[in-house]
């Protein structure tokens, strides 16, 4: 019998009731004392769990090596001999140890000396950015541009409010205009009109109040205004950048472009540029009230500016680049679409972020029906529209137009959602009698952007050469 601590015949030998395990007698309590488990199995133990066994006490021999001095001296050496070499070793470890804990310390200080650098970086950059002109004079007339969610000016917020509260009264309550295209009116659209290529690259076209005046633009870094019952261009506007989105405020033509920079033109003459943006600029959107734009960008920023006095009001960063960018019908909330698949609703007095919904890919467009409770959006490359109902945060409905989807336009009415991709121009509407959608019109004619005309009466399309075609009742 072996003692299971010692490894050597115990003098006083116990068993373990619970183990079966064989212990000296008074190792094995000292370590009960200590532990109160079992060394061998760690279950535990007590001493009551211990049972004594009999057996015969022999005397073991002393070994042989150990019969003389010499070689009790030479058993002595060859001890220590063992514990100075076990010493050495553990001066190797202690060192070692002490070499690693020091590289540990070193790599610490100098990550935390990195991001002492990159956090100054930072607020410098922010510092630089607070103090980027428009048109060489600081933004705000001197005023430091707001940055990181900060509010909108004092005058814009009850600009913003005077809105809201003036359009959401009157939404729901107001009747489909009597001059307003009929179902059986757009499913007899057909091309009646098409234009000469006039730019490459043409991304957008943007149609104005009046329904006769299309804003285009293309990668050569002109945009031009073409007059839709003339069918030519009316004026060109040299832009310096290839333009990626455009729009009507009014009288004013509105373009962004890819060098960062948002530029509006009145009667064929700028009157401001704003240079926000440290990359592309994405989309445009225009505030109910006609007196705010907002530009998203590859910067992860989205930016308002003030029309009325041309200056930059507010910009806020975002943790994705965006690519599109809409204003609810009312006024109060913003909506930008990003690279990470989602579309954020922010409040347009604070900038706080209101809502997201997932899209599962990168956004394409996006964009709000006049009943103020629908979001269209379509995904980059996909062939459906996905419709969210604002009151319940959720999505309602799955629109498949049979063809990759790059722009969508709600008309007036809030009724029908046109559509437009390479493999042609498609319209569904929405029946409040029946609350059955249908798809009253399918053409092949090929496009980039679709924008409603005077009445939707007719649909104005874009094609990636420039080429404007439009589609009406023959």
């Not at 064989?22 to 211990?50: C, M, Q, W």
């Not at 205004?225 to 004013?252: H, M, R």
Request: proline share 4%; glycine share 8%.
């Amino acid at each position: 019998m072996l003692c299971a601590i010692s490894g050597e015949a115990p003098q006083v030998p116990v068993a373990s009731a619970k183990s079966g395990n064989i212990f000296e007698k008074r190792l094995i309590e000292a370590y009960i004392s200590e532990h109160g488990k079992d060394p061998v199995t760690n279950e535990d133990l007590t001493k009551e769990d211990l049972v004594e066994l009999k057996s015969s006490r022999t005397v073991r021999p002393r070994p042989p090596t150990l019969t003389s001095i010499p070689s009790l001296l030479s058993v002595f050496q060859n001890e220590w001999d063992a514990l100075a070499l076990e010493t050495h070793t553990l001066r190797q470890h202690l060192t070692q140890t002490r070499q690693e804990l020091s590289r540990a310390l070193y790599e610490h200080d100098a990550a935390v000396r990195v991001i002492a650098r990159l956090s100054r970086e930072r607020d410098e950059a922010r510092e630089a950015l607070s103090r980027i002109t428009v048109n060489g004079v600081p933004a705000s007339n001197g005023d430091t541009m707001q940055v990181d969610g900060q509010e909108l000016p004092a005058h814009l917020v009850a600009k913003v409010e005077a809105t809201q509260e003036k359009l959401s009264k009157t939404r729901r309550k107001r009747a489909v205009p009597e001059d307003w295209a009929t179902p059986g009116d757009i499913a007899n659209f057909t091309p009646t009109q098409k234009s000469k290529p006039l730019y490459t690259g043409a991304r957008a076209i943007s149609v104005d109040g009046s329904g006769d005046l299309a804003l285009i633009g293309g990668s050569d870094g002109i945009a031009g205004v073409f007059s839709i019952s003339q069918n030519k261009l009316v004026q060109e506007l040299p832009v310096g950048s290839p333009v990626t989105d455009t729009l009507w405020a009014g009288s004013k033509a509105i373009v962004g472009t890819s060098s960062g920079t948002v530029k509006a033109y009145e009667n064929g003459v700028e009157v401001s540029s704003f240079s926000g943006h440290a990359g592309a600029v994405t989309a445009l959107a225009l505030h109910p009230s006609g007196d705010i734009l907002a530009s998203v960008g590859v910067d992860k920023t989205y930016i308002f500016y003030d029309l009325t006095s041309s200056v930059q009001a507010l910009q806020i960063a975002t943790d994705s680049a965006l690519h599109t960018a809409r204003f609810h019908p009312d006024g109060h909330l913003f909506a930008a679409g990003g690279a990470d698949g989602q579309i954020k609703l922010y409040e347009m007095k604070t900038g706080a972020n209101a809502a997201n919904f997932d899209a599962a890919g990168p956004l394409k467009v996006i964009e709000f029906s006049e009943n103020g409770i629908w979001l269209a959006a379509a995904v980059n490359g996909s062939t459906s529209v996905l419709i969210w109902d604002l009151r319940k945060s959720s999505q309602i409905k799955t629109l498949e137009t049979g063809g990759q989807v790059t722009s969508i336009r709600w008309d007036y009415t809030g009724q029908y959602l046109a559509t437009a991709g390479p493999t042609g121009v498609a319209v569904q509407q929405y029946s409040k009698s029946s609350k059955e959608w249908s798809e009253p019109l399918r053409s092949a004619v090929p496009a980039v952007s679709v924008d409603w005309g005077s009445s939707a009466q007719d649909l104005v399309s874009l094609d990636g050469n420039g080429v404007i075609t439009v589609l009406a009742s023959a």
